[in-house]
């Protein structure tokens, strides 16, 4: 399951068919009394922001979104009950959002509700007519002012079909976006073999964000996670930790961005570098961190690894399959000044990654706010962050070989870069998102090569000696 740009997502034409709430649906959805459940802090954030973004003429906040493939002819109508169950089944997906005198307020369809109908699009026969549709459509139905906002089509043709699923942010995560393949899927084929679909039952995100709001709200403004991220945002200047490298961006500015997708290592390079990781003491995601922190020091020469990254929420079983945006962040951050090696670096990437995945329970969004004016946000990214996810135990990965699934991002204007990190069946893969400027693109292309190698040297010599910078070591050499 491999996330990509959705510029880079270039579907073979086809029949394109959507499914769209019918008049009744759209008619309870209008009338749907206020849901006096909260807001969860990141759906508070975004939505606010989108607001703030359009109302200054700007486009709204970025969707988010998934792909696969159904070989052999496609039962449309299996399909159409398919996506009708996968909304009923979240409470997520059967919530909107509306503008009101005190904010924004949230109200909640029953499952009962909800009735989508098949919509016919057109036949395209040229790839580029069929990416310029796509790219308006699911733009503007991604809305999440305009229930539902979410898309749900496939594109038909003889021998296969692509079934593609765009939703705000506000309903889904990342791993929520897995859900979405072995959800839809499972339902299709249950509605085509007349059986019950074998899925868990899932948990309210709804009620998910009533707790966390209960949580969040008890927190004191001197609680100890509070004064970390005080430190931490003192140790960036008073704002948000930056990429390492100069990516070339002038303060103020936004830039189009684009995303850096490749494979960093293979699948048998991947579990050589794992067990090397392993063997030190450590694992998997400390190891990618250590190796960018190597990286950083040899490039740039700043011994310090300052960012944040995502943790999941999902703290009980009863939300593992429950559709929703369960992430918090939180900062991490660790020194490379005493490191000799990559051993000595994962060491201290363990230490800090533990500590920092306590910081869970505590909404990054609530923390920020307690800081108060300590905190200044100096460009529309607030944080350079840096993800890993594992991709092999997600839900229905039994099924991602015949399926090919696909994360897509939509890619708009950014100011500084964002790096996820995914293990997949075939091998680690890297997404760097970033600005474009003149010189962006060859210091990002620099970075992911300097990173592959060190992997790649941990993977077979179990460690990598750090360099003190690229050019003291280029120069010993001459």
Same mark, same amino acid.
């Given at each position: ?70 070989? *052999? ?100 995560? *990342? ?6 393949? /072995? ?31 209960? %949580? ?21 200047? *008073?704002?948000? @930790? ?53 990286? /950083?020091?040899?490039?740039?020469? %700043? ?55 306590? /910081? ?16 200044? @946000? ?97 120069? %010993?050499?001459?």
């Amino acid at each position: 399951m491999k996330p990509i740009a959705f510029e880079d997502f270039r579907p073979a034409p086809g029949r394109v068919i959507e499914w769209t709430i019918n008049a009744t649906t759209a008619a309870a959805a209008q009338t749907a009394p206020v849901d006096p459940t909260p807001l969860s802090y990141n759906q508070q954030l975004h939505l606010m922001g989108h607001l703030a973004l359009v109302g200054a003429g700007q486009p709204g906040n970025p969707w988010i979104g998934v792909v696969f493939e159904l070989e *052999g002819e496609v039962d449309l109508d299996a399909l159409g009950r398919a996506f009708t169950g996968f909304v009923q089944r979240h409470d997520s997906l059967r919530s909107g959002f509306r503008t009101a005198a005190t904010g924004v307020e949230r109200y909640t369809l029953a499952a009962e509700a909800i009735a989508l109908d098949a919509t016919p699009v057109r036949d395209f026969d040229d790839p580029d007519e069929l990416f310029g549709y796509l790219t308006e459509r699911l733009a503007a139905g991604t809305d999440p002012f305009d229930w539902p906002p979410y898309v749900f089509g496939v594109i038909v043709r003889e021998g296969g079909s692509t079934v593609y699923v765009a939703m705000d942010h506000s309903t889904s995560d *990342g791993y929520s976006l897995a859900l979405v393949v /072995n959800d839809v899927y499972e339902l299709y084929l249950a509605e085509r073999e007349g059986r019950w679909p074998a899925l868990p039952e899932v948990a309210s995100f709804n009620a998910h964000a009533a707790l966390e709001m209960v %949580k969040g709200e008890a927190v004191p403004a001197d609680h100890e996670v509070v004064a970390q991220w005080r430190q931490f945002i003192e140790r960036c200047g *008073g704002t948000g @930790p930056r990429f390492a490298l100069d990516l070339g961006v002038e303060d103020g500015r936004t830039y189009d961005q684009d995303v850096h997708n490749t494979m960093l290592l293979n699948a048998e390079e991947t579990e050589a570098f794992d067990q090397a990781c392993r063997a030190a003491g450590g694992s998997m995601f400390p190891g990618l961190l250590a190796a960018m922190a190597i990286v /950083n020091r040899e490039l740039t020469g %700043k011994q310090d690894f300052l960012t944040v990254t995502p943790l999941h929420t999902r703290f009980t079983p009863e939300w593992a399959a429950s559709m929703g945006w369960f992430i918090t962040c939180a900062p991490l951050e660790f020194s490379t000044s005493e490191a000799q090696g990559f051993t000595d670096v994962l060491a201290s990437a363990k230490s800090a990654l533990r500590g920092t995945m306590r /910081n869970s329970q505590f909404p990054a969004a609530k923390m920020v706010s307690l800081l108060g004016e300590a905190f200044q @946000p100096t460009r529309r990214d607030m944080f350079s962050m840096v993800s890993y996810i594992d991709y092999r135990r997600m839900p229905g990965v039994q099924h991602h070989a015949a399926l090919q699934p696909l994360t897509l991002g939509q890619t708009l204007q950014a100011d500084d870069a964002h790096v996820w990190t995914s293990r997949l069946a075939e091998g680690l893969h890297v997404a760097l998102r970033y600005p474009v400027t003149g010189t962006s693109p060859a210091v990002v292309g620099e970075y992911v090569d300097r990173i592959r190698e060190v992997l790649g040297r941990v993977a077979v010599a179990g460690d990598y000696p750090i360099l003190s910078t690229i050019a003291d070591a280029e120069a %010993k050499v001459a």
